[in-house]
C-alpha cells in the first residue's frame, strides 16, 4: 500500500524566510509519480510539480525547489524568500506509474502561513 | 483555470437526501477522478473513471456512484446523504494514460454540506 507522511501540520515564518515542507512517502513499486500541489485559502487544488521516480534531479522554478532522495523516500519542497501569498495548505501526493491508473495518494498536507 | 469545472460550487441538502455532482473534464482528457476531503478523512480517492469505463475505486461508499458519459463528463451520485458525507468534492481529470503525463488537474470543488 502506497502512504504519504507529511509530519508538520502547520508551518509559520516571516515574510522573505526560506521554508522546507518536508514529505515522506512508501511505496513497493519501482516506478512511480511523486507530486506537490497546492491549496491556498480559496480552496482549489493547484498542480505545482510531478517528479518520475527515475529522475532524482532536484528541480528549481522560480522560488521553488524541489529535492527528491530516493535513498531517504523523501521529497521536499522549499520556497525561498517567502511571500504572503505562498500562505496556502500544501499537499504531497504519489500515484504508481501504471497507465490507467494514476489516483494519487496524498499527504494530510502542511499548512504555511506567511507572516508579513 | 485548470480547465476543470464542476458545478454546483456549494450545495446544501438535508440528511436522507440524494445530490449529483458534475464534473466537465479539459478537453481532450479521457481520465476522470473524484476525490473527497473532509476534516477527518484528508483528501481521500474515491472512483476513476477512463473513456466511459470505471477503472479504478477507492474508498467509496455503497450509497455513492459515478459515472461518466459518451461526452466524457461525469456525475457523482450521493444518496442517503449523512452528516459526515459534508465534504468538499473535487474532480479531476488527466490527458490519456498512453500520453504518459499523468498529473491531474482539478477543479474548484462542490462544497457539500449536509444538515
Known amino acids: 500500500a502506497q502512504k504519504v507522511t507529511q509530519a508538520q501540520t502547520e508551518i509559520s515564518v516571516v515574510e522573505k524566510e526560506d521554508v522546507t515542507l518536508d514529505c515522506v512517502y512508501e511505496?513497493?513499486?519501482?516506478?512511480?509519480?511523486l507530486f506537490w500541489y497546492k491549496q491556498p485559502p480559496s480552496g482549489e487544488l493547484v498542480f505545482l510539480i510531478r517528479?518520475?521516480?527515475?529522475?532524482?534531479q532536484n528541480e528549481i522554478s522560480g522560488r521553488y525547489s524541489w529535492n527528491f532522495q530516493k535513498s531517504t523516500s523523501s521529497f521536499n519542497f522549499t520556497i525561498t524568500a517567502s511571500q504572503v501569498v505562498d500562505s496556502a495548505v500544501y499537499f504531497c501526493?504519489?500515484?504508481?506509474?501504471?497507465?490507467?491508473?494514476?489516483?494519487?495518494?496524498f499527504g494530510t498536507g502542511t499548512r504555511l502561513t506567511i507572516i508579513p | 483555470d485548470s480547465g476543470v469545472t464542476q458545478t454546483p460550487k456549494h450545495l446544501i441538502t438535508a440528511t436522507g437526501q440524494r445530490v449529483t455532482l458534475r464534473c466537465s473534464p479539459r478537453?481532450?482528457?479521457?481520465?476522470v477522478y473524484w476525490y473527497q476531503q473532509s476534516l477527518d478523512q484528508g483528501l481521500q480517492f474515491l472512483i476513476q473513471?477512463?473513456?466511459?469505463?470505471?477503472?479504478a475505486k477507492g474508498n467509496i461508499l455503497e450509497r455513492f456512484s459515478a459515472q461518466q458519459f459518451p461526452d466524457l463528463h461525469s456525475e457523482l451520485n450521493l444518496s442517503s446523504l449523512e452528516l459526515g458525507d459534508s465534504a468538499l468534492y473535487f474532480c479531476?481529470?488527466?490527458?490519456?494514460?498512453?500520453?504518459?503525463?499523468?498529473?491531474?488537474?482539478f477543479g474548484q470543488g462542490t462544497r457539500l454540506t449536509v444538515v
Open positions: 479531476a481529470s488527466s490527458v490519456s494514460p498512453q500520453e504518459g503525463e499523468t498529473e491531474a488537474f
Open positions: 511505496t513497493r513499486d519501482t516506478t512511480y509519480y
Open positions: 501526493a504519489l500515484s504508481e506509474a501504471d497507465f490507467g491508473n494514476e489516483k494519487l495518494t
Open positions: 517528479r518520475n521516480s527515475f529522475d532524482e
Open positions: 478537453s481532450g482528457d479521457l481520465s
Open positions: 473513471y477512463y473513456n466511459g469505463e470505471e477503472r
